[in-house]
Each structure stands twice: as C-alpha cells, then as structure tokens.
C-alpha cells in the first residue's frame, strides 16, 4: 500500500456513459480539477466488470477517495468492488459522483445535478455522510455469490425491463427515455413469475409481476417504486406487485412517477432488514441496472456502511 495516495482522489471514468460522454467530458473536468490543485489519479473502464477490478486494484494501493465519472452501472461496480474486497473496511472508503449517465437515479435521491463545479466543491469541501448498502446472496454457475447495490434491486417485470434497457444501451440508443421504452415492449411478451416469498414471518406464494427492492427511492429514470424509502434508516423498503391485468400497469404509469404506486390494488409495501425468495423457475435479478444470477436470493442491509461526499 502507498501512504502518499490516501490523500488522493481516484477518479472512475465510464467513457461509455450518457452517449459517450465520459470520455468527451473528462477533458473539461481535468481541467477543474487542475484549476483546484486537486490531487488525483484516473482509469477509464474499458468492459462490463472492469470498473470492480481498477477498484480492487487501487485500494490495495492505498486509494480511499473513489470518484465515479458514469451512471448508475459504473456506480454499481465501484460498490460491489468495494464490498467483495478485504484488504479494507467499506467505512475507510469516500465515493464522490460526477454524473454521466441516462439514469443517475442514484444521484437524485441527494439531488445532485450535472454541475462538475459543484461536484468538485463536494470533493475540496469534504462534506459527507454514511448510508446502507444492500447486499444480494444468489446462486450463480460458480456456487453461491453475494452482489451488492446501492441504490435499488428487482426481479421479475422490474429486471426482464432492465435487461431490455441495457441491450438498447448496448446497441448505441443511450437515451434517457430507454427504461420506459423498454417496459412498454416488454409488457406485450411478459408472464408472471411464480415466486415464493418469506418476509417478515408472513409468506406470499405464487405469480408475481414485479418486486422492487428499495434502498433508494428512484429507479428507471424518476420513477419511485420504493417511493417511502431512507437511504440511511437501517431497512429496505419491497414494493410487491400481485399479478394484475397488464392494462392496469400501462393506466397507472402516472402513479410509477409521482409516488403513488402503493395505492393501487394489488400492489404491497414491506420494511425489513432481511427477506428470502425462493423459485422452481430459472430466474433472474438486476441490482442497480445490472444483472445478477437466479434463487434462492437471500436479501438483506448492511447498515451505515459507506461515506459519500455530499
């Protein structure tokens, strides 16, 4: 480990963010932070997992400041980075964000904006707080692993959407309107999945539409699935949506934005520290937009157990 760069800021640049904007704005944020006298290192990640590994990397190289210039995903990757290593506690470590990507749903919830001034400021000021971290253990080809996220985590309808929005994405239509595009189309083709859910000493078994697990409040670009939802209290918040006529998603889509979606029929609200999902189908679960592996998911919070400069 090196001493010297523990004052420093490592700073995680997704060029591939927002329409390519991490690598056409970096110039410019280099810029400021040499304007500042900031001291500072950086690597663009160059394939989907290579934001965990420079991680990895650079806190055995005594980095404690991670900076991520990109969205949600990249985000995703520095937490899960920083949680499936042991060379540190997660609370030695600092994120500070520069927002990159079409999502940043994450960001809104401490309503930071696209400024890199005020971004920077953050990171001279200093200023910051503790929040949970949700983890995820699932059965992957390799046995039994654990995944990580931030911000917010779902399955059924709420991952089959994700993992349309990220083959948009992957064939160069980065627009901020990809999540509700995708959950239009995908609604056509989607059945239920049949779930069996232990929460809370109460069981829920059968077909499901969608669950939304909040740490966080927003997801899939300002909707609130999870509207009730602290980012610092200690639980996850789990939105559960009883299988319903698809029509009553497409009618009540105005209710996914403005925080009434636990109104509607069918539709329950859980607080917990910990819940477990079991299925006989070959499922899947995304974790703050990325795509993890099937059941039994073991769900829980790790409580204040990462600073994030505010």
């Given amino acids: ?18 329409n390519e904007g991490g690598e056409r704005e970096w110039p410019k944020i280099k810029e400021l932070l040499i304007k500042h006298g900031l001291q500072y290192e950086f690597a663009f990640t160059e ?21 991520v ?19 540190v506690p997660s609370t030695d470590i600092f994120i500070g964000l520069m927002q990159m990507g079409t999502g940043n749903d994450w ?12 971004a920077i400021q953050r990171l001279i000021n200093g200023n910051s707080c503790r929040q949970d971290v949700g983890k995820i253990s699932y059965n992957a080809n390799e046995g039994i692993k654990s995944g990580y996220f931030i911000n917010i985590a779902g399955l059924c309808f709420d991952s089959v959407v994700v993992k349309a929005t990220n083959l948009m994405k992957e ?3 980065r627009t901020k ?28 078994e059968g077909k499901f539409l969608s669950i939304s697990i909040g740490n966080g409040k927003f997801s899939g670009g300002g909707m609130m699935q999870t509207p009730s939802a602290v980012i610092n209290d200690g639980y996850l918040d789990v939105t559960v949506y009883e299988n319903m006529p698809k029509l009553k998603i497409v009618l009540n889509i105005k209710k996914l934005y403005n925080g009434k979606i636990l109104e509607i029929k069918g539709v329950k609200s859980f607080r917990t520290k910990s819940f477990r999902i079991e299925s006989r189908q070959n499922i899947f679960a995304e974790t703050d ?4 592996g099937s059941t039994p998911y073991e769900i829980g919070i790790i409580p204040d157990s990462i600073n994030i400069y505010v």
């Avoid at 960001?107 to 400024?115: E, G, K, T, V």
Wanted: proline share 2%; net charge neutral.
């Fill in 171 to 173: 064939r160069g239509r």
């Fill in 289 to 292: 937009g990325e795509i993890i």
């Fill in 177 to 204: 309107s990809a999540y509700l595009i995708s959950l239009l189309k995908s609604l056509i083709k989607y059945r239920p999945w049949e779930l069996k859910i232990n929460i809370n000493d109460t069981i829920l």
């Fill in 69 to 87: 210039v990109g969205g949600d995903g990249t985000l995703n990757e520095t937490v899960n980075g920083i949680f499936n290593q042991s060379a």
């Fill in 47 to 67: 394939a989907v997992g290579h934001a965990q590994n420079i991680v990895q990397e650079r806190i055995k190289d005594g980095f404690r400041r991670i900076v």
């Fill in 1 to 18: 480990m090196t001493q010297e760069n523990e004052n420093k800021f490592f700073f995680l640049i997704n060029p591939n963010a927002g």
């Fill in 107 to 118: 960001a809104r919830y401490y309503n930071f904006d696209i400024d890199y001034e005020k």
